[in-house]
Nanobody, 123 residues
Framework: QVRLEESGGGSVQAGGSLRLTCSGSWSGYTTYFMAWFRQAPGKEREGVAA???????TYTSSVKGRFIISRDNAKKILYLQMNRLNAEDTAMYYC?????????????????WGQGTQVTVSS
């Protein structure tokens, strides 16, 4: 069984930074394709950033140059460094993991999900 737990959310002013952490737990040495998604009230879940087992990254256009996704495979931890935050980044952020992912920012590609951590950016 795969468990994912996000932390690091909070409230920040526009222009500020936050770092999200996703701690994973599962048996064995399987390495998963991992990603961050977000969902604002009344909107669909959106893929923010994804990282393959070899470290290759994918970003949605609205966060390119501001967000950085990274991972520590040995510790089973996923990070999302978020810089120059703006009000449009306000959402619940979710960590996701999957074995076979073709479309990196498509939610249906991922089997395992965390409970989410709230990010609120005030302007």
């Amino acid at each position: 069984q795969v468990r994912l737990e996000e932390s690091g959310g909070g409230s920040v002013q526009a222009g500020g930074s936050l770092r999200l952490t996703c701690s994973g737990s599962w048996s064995g040495y399987t390495t998963y394709f991992m990603a961050w998604f977000r969902q604002a009230p009344g909107k669909e879940r959106e893929g923010v950033a994804a990282i393959a087992t070899d470290g290759t990254t994918t970003y949605t256009s609205s966060v390119k140059g501001r967000f950085i996704i990274s991972r520590d495979n040995a510790k089973k931890i996923l990070y999302l460094q978020m810089n120059r935050l703006n009000a449009e980044d306000t959402a619940m952020y979710y960590c996701a993991a999957g074995m076979y992912v073709a479309d990196h920012l498509r939610a249906l590609e991922y089997k395992y999900w965390g409970q989410g951590t709230q990010v609120t950016v005030s302007s």
